[in-house]
């Protein structure tokens, strides 16, 4: 029995220490709202055959975060699918390494009150970082908080630009 309440503790220690080490180790990526959502925009990002560092990218959000695409069924009706930092690991980190994707921020509205700030991003995506013409544009509708220490992921809310719903010029870089 002695042993196994060995084992159990010196698990525990060994999960505590690493959540320590990732903490010391990606800490400066969460210290300002441009450095969290750069990291958040980075993370994703990479060439074809190239893996992501989903330990960080599982740093940025609370545990209870959600990311929750935006898009149109079949039916032409809008929908929404609500994941969890690992679901969206889970259905579209093998599609990120096959394929190769950039998303780049092109313009930034920022609401703050006290530690909460909900940013509208609005992105550009690419297969290669070579690439000169998106594949695809929308908005991240991105809830931050900071917590005195750090910022972090809470929500990240998207829909992509379509033919019938184009991005609105006050979402774009002025000219």
């Known amino acids: 029995m002695k042993k196994i309440e ?3 503790v010196l698990m525990f220690l060994n999960v505590t220490l690493l959540a320590q080490e990732n903490s010391e180790k990606y800490l400066a990526k969460v210290q300002s709202l441009d450095s969290t959502l750069e990291t958040l925009y980075g993370v994703i990002s990479g060439e074809k055959g190239e893996e992501r560092d989903w ?18 069924n079949k039916k032409g009706n ?11 690991i889970a259905t579209s980190g093998k599609w990120l390494f096959e394929n190769g994707f950039y998303e780049k921020e092109i313009h930034r509205e920022t609401n703050t009150f006290g530690n909460i700030t909900q940013v509208f991003s609005t992105y550009e995506s ?8 998106p594949f695809m544009r929308g908005i991240n509708s991105i809830q931050l908080l900071n917590d ?5 992921v809470i929500n990240i809310y998207w829909t992509p630009e ?13 000219q």
């Open 55 to 72: 330990e960080l990218f599982r740093y940025l959000f609370k545990p209870e975060a959600k990311l929750i695409p935006s898009v149109k």
């Open 78 to 88: 809008f929908e929404v699918k609500y994941m969890s930092p690992e679901d969206y």
């Open 148 to 152: 005195g220490k750090r910022w972090w």
């Open 162 to 174: 379509t033919e019938t719903n184009p991005i609105p010029e006050q979402y774009l870089p002025k």
């Open 126 to 133: 690419f297969k290669s970082k070579t690439d000169t013409k």
């Open 6 to 8: 060995l084992i159990i």
